[in-house]
């Protein structure tokens, strides 16, 4: 995490520098994010709901994290990349949720511009990361069911750091370009921000500029990073079916199908509401932030719960980190 700390203090240096040479065209020192549209009487019962998720998610995703560590059985590279997921999904939430909750609370919905920006950062960082995470794992369960000879040649210990570590570089350099280029633009005005997070569709309707480019640019880049990712995919799960299909043994085959079918489920979780919410013409819909809370609050939640239903020798490790030993598979 040090570089993406360095290269998050350089770009906040560098929007520092454009205010004070920018004079009064840059006047915004902070945003009101508008948050959620509710009822004020709404305010508690959201607030708990969203922190029970919240809880939930970190309990949930920490508890795969130290399940897979704890359990030696797990030291695969399957197993290592699920570890990465869950410390995204819990750090993707982090990001989001607490703000959230003081708006619902206290009615704190004042953020600061540098705070913005690394919301913004910190938001598509994680995520991008994600998407190359998941293309990831899909290759990884390629090689382990249409080449399990050479599998383990393949897949060391140090392809897969290299492997892992290619995700975050990938990620910190997209979301690099993507919030310098979107805080490059000038705010004087107005400061609020009709969403509940800094995102670049709502950071964009406040700019003091046309941003005809910089949306063409946001729609470019992010389409061809999803649209590249998915299509890998789904190319690898079409060699994957292919494989499965030609298993003689029914065990065999369904094992296979329900080891998929878990990060095949996440998949589909994630990008729908991705591709909703920047890929479409005039976003920023009334129903934007519905799918917005879905993916940035409820699919971190799901994750961990759909590995655990789903993957029998996960379930098989929480049960033996909980003492329960002789419990087995079905």
Not at 85 to 99: E, G, H, N, R, Y
Not at 170 to 186: A, E
Not at 219 to 237: A, K, N
Not at 304 to 322: C, D, F, S, V
Request: hydrophobic fraction near 50%; proline fraction near 5%; glycine fraction near 6%.
């Amino acid at each position: 995490m040090g570089l993406e700390l360095s290269l998050l203090l350089l770009l906040l240096a560098d929007v520092n520098s454009k205010e004070m040479h920018s004079g009064n065209q840059t006047s915004v020192s902070h945003f009101i994010l508008v948050g959620l549209h509710h009822p004020p009487q709404l305010g508690v019962p959201l607030f708990l709901a969203f922190l029970v998720i919240y809880a939930l998610t970190v309990s949930g995703n920490g508890l795969i994290i130290l399940t897979v560590l704890v359990d030696t059985r797990l030291h695969r590279p399957m197993y290592w990349f699920l570890c990465h997921l869950s410390f995204l999904d819990m750090t993707i939430s982090s990001a989001i949720v607490p703000k959230m909750l003081t708006g619902f609370l206290l009615d704190s919905r004042i953020i600061s511009f540098g705070g913005c920006v690394i919301q913004l950062f910190s938001f598509h960082f994680l995520g991008c990361t994600e998407c190359f995470l998941y293309t990831l794992m899909a290759y990884d369960r390629f090689l382990a069911i249409c080449k399990p000879l050479h599998y383990a040649a393949i897949m060391t210990r140090n392809v897969c750091n290299f492997l892992v570590f290619g995700t975050w570089l990938g990620g910190t350099l997209h979301s690099l370009f993507q919030t310098s280029f979107i805080f490059r633009l000038p705010f004087c005005g107005p400061n609020r921000v009709d969403y509940f997070f800094c995102d670049i569709p709502a950071m964009l309707r406040l700019a003091c500029a046309d941003t005809t480019i910089n949306e063409l640019v946001t729609f470019v880049d992010i389409g061809f990073l999803v649209l590249t990712c998915f299509m890998l995919i789904l190319t690898s799960y079409g060699y994957i079916v292919a494989a499965i299909l030609r298993i003689q043994s029914v065990d065999g085959r369904r094992n296979a199908f329900s080891t998929c079918a878990a990060h095949l489920t996440v998949v589909i979780v994630y990008y729908v509401p991705c591709t909703f919410i920047y890929l479409r013409p005039g976003s920023q819909g009334p129903l934007d932030g519905v799918v917005a809370v879905f993916y940035t609050v409820i699919t971190p939640l799901l994750n961990p719960i759909i590995y655990t239903l789903r993957n029998k020798e996960m379930k098989a490790a929480l049960w033996r980190l909980g003492g329960r030993k002789d419990v087995q598979p079905h």
